[in-house]
């Protein structure tokens, strides 16, 4: 009995070795295709950042010069995204987790909500030019991109704000309403703050998503070659990933504007690293102020 035991626990001990280290393979081979992937766009890049490149806007049918007007354009579309999303997503969370009753309706909600996170962009992106552009006539615009980028991370949005909030202790829930407060007041001000660093973390993927599309914004938002900065919501825009998109595709010299292609392809990956870094240590700051 003893010694089956034994072979047993070996056995056991044999398949835990075997299935950490196939995790450990996994996140080894993460990481290097990352790093691989960093290391080429820095060696192809580099050469063409320099201060002209980031603060000036692209001259001789756009060989030359720079992204100042890509970078503006990206930011001015990936914060309206998050605008958008982050508080009709919060509150949907909040009524799905918090107030609606468990049953047939709520189940095809959540079940559409999970449907749409999987849907292609470029389904986004007809979306936006049917209702948005050409229906609500709001023309090829920054707000006609930032909604429809907006209602791409949505679902995200919803998904990641539920289990934040179902990861809130019912003590807490429990505790504030035996001292008197309204479902409101504790949802408000013990739920939210409890939950939102887990909020945040959706918020992280809604940024790295919406500033990295191509096809919603190219359809709504986004234009081959405009020198002049967005004064309004209604102006038409550059962004980084259809700039890329245009000099890799339909460039006029698409070999001798390699590397310009590369290092703008460079600035998106650390621009969406930068906003997701903030996110990142506003986030470690809440969690700390808790603890």
Partial sequence: ?????????????????????????????NGLALFIIIYFMIANGWKAINWTFLTQP?????????????????????????????????????????????????RVIRL?????????????????????????????????????????TLPVMI???????????????????????????????????????????????GVSRAAGETAPIMFTAAVFFTPSLPVSIFDEVMALPYHIYVLATAGTEIEATRHLQYGTALVLIFLVLGMNLI??????RLRKRMQ
């Fill in 279 to 284: 996110a990142i240590i506003y986030r470690s």
């Fill in 159 to 205: 998904g990641s704000t539920e289990e934040a909030l179902r990861a809130v202790p019912d003590t807490y829930r429990e505790a504030s309403l035996g001292l008197g407060a309204t479902k409101w007041q504790t949802i408000y001000r013990v739920v939210l703050p409890a939950a939102l660093p887990g909020i945040l973390t959706g918020t992280i993927l």
């Fill in 112 to 152: 559409g909500i999970n449907n749409l996170a999987g849907i292609p962009s470029i389904v986004f992106g007809l979306f936006g030019l049917a209702f948005f552009v050409v229906w609500l006539k709001m023309g090829v615009s920054i707000i006609a991109g930032a909604l429809t980028l907006g209602a791409m």
């Fill in 58 to 106: 692209p001259v001789d049918s756009m060989t030359k010069g720079g992204i100042l007007p890509c970078i503006v354009g990206t930011l001015c579309l990936s914060i309206g995204a998050i605008l958008i999303a982050m508080p009709i997503g919060v509150a949907s969370a909040i009524y799905l987790n918090e107030y609606a009753r468990p049953g047939p309706l709520i």
């Fill in 1 to 29: 009995m003893s010694i089956s035991l034994s072979s047993l626990q070996r056995r056991r001990n044999l398949l835990q070795k075997i299935v950490f280290n196939i995790f450990r393979l996994a996140a080894l081979i």
